[in-house]
């Protein structure tokens, strides 16, 4: 039990379809962060959301949408996705702080295949 | 942008070795932290270092911040087979929330 729940679990979508990854944390953090974890490469940051408000864009494509509607809940929107995008996605918490530096804590991830 | 050099990328060693592995950077990081990802499992923190020159334990486990802040290595004594999974290091670069990996080291122990 890690205090961030992460579901699915697992996810085959073909590239048409649509889906949210679906991220809640028990922790009482108020940052929260997507990552993407694909074979033999560092994580990803993706998305970073502190307070609610979305503070970090990693240069990812449109076809991901974020949402995060309080700080205990975050969410992955998923459409028209390509079959490179298929990985391992990790949710995290934190709690923010001005001058950075707080652990991060991660869910057990969804992961993903695009038929 | 900022990257950490993590070595070495895997290892075999037979129960009851100490293992170690380390992280370096080209720019000075105000944290490290030290993950362990099992097969099917998100990564968990297993040590997380403030200071330079901090020496942390945590069990078997023992993770340094290195002096200049630009390096830690992670040391496993006696290990077990449930020390098997990947170990990641992690720091944040210049008070910045935006944490940056390694690449991870693959820790095999054989029986």
């Known amino acids: 039990e890690t205090g961030v729940t992460q579901t699915p679990r697992h996810l085959v979508m073909g590239m048409t379809n649509k889906k949210s990854l679906k991220c809640e944390q028990h922790?009482?953090?108020?940052?929260m962060y997507w990552y993407k974890q694909s074979a033999k490469k560092p994580l990803e940051l993706m998305f970073v959301?502190?307070?609610?408000?979305?503070?970090e864009n990693n240069s990812v494509p449109s076809r991901f949408s974020p949402e995060c509607p309080n700080s205990s809940h975050l969410f992955l929107h998923l459409h028209t996705l390509q079959p490179e995008d298929s990985a391992l996605y990790l949710c995290a918490s934190s709690q923010a702080s001005r001058t950075g530096g707080q652990p991060q804590h991660f869910g057990d991830g969804t992961r993903l295949s695009i038929l | 942008g900022q990257q950490l050099n993590q070595s070495p990328q895997s290892m075999f060693i037979q129960e009851g070795e100490d293992v170690s592995m380390n992280c370096t950077s080209s720019?000075?990081?105000?944290?490290w932290l030290w993950y362990k990802q099992d097969p099917g499992e998100g990564p968990v923190l297993l040590i997380a270092?403030?200071?330079?020159?901090e020496l942390t334990s945590n069990g078997r486990l023992t993770a340094q911040f290195g002096i200049t802040r630009k390096d830690s290595f992670l040391n496993i004594s006696a290990s077990i087979p449930s020390d098997v999974g990947i170990y990641f290091c992690a720091g944040h670069p210049g008070g910045s929330e935006k944490l940056v990996f390694g690449k991870g080291t693959k820790l095999t122990v054989n029986p």
């Open positions: 720019s000075i990081f105000n944290t």
């Open positions: 922790l009482g953090h108020n940052a």
């Open positions: 959301y502190n307070f609610k408000e979305q503070t």
């Open positions: 270092l403030y200071k330079a020159g």
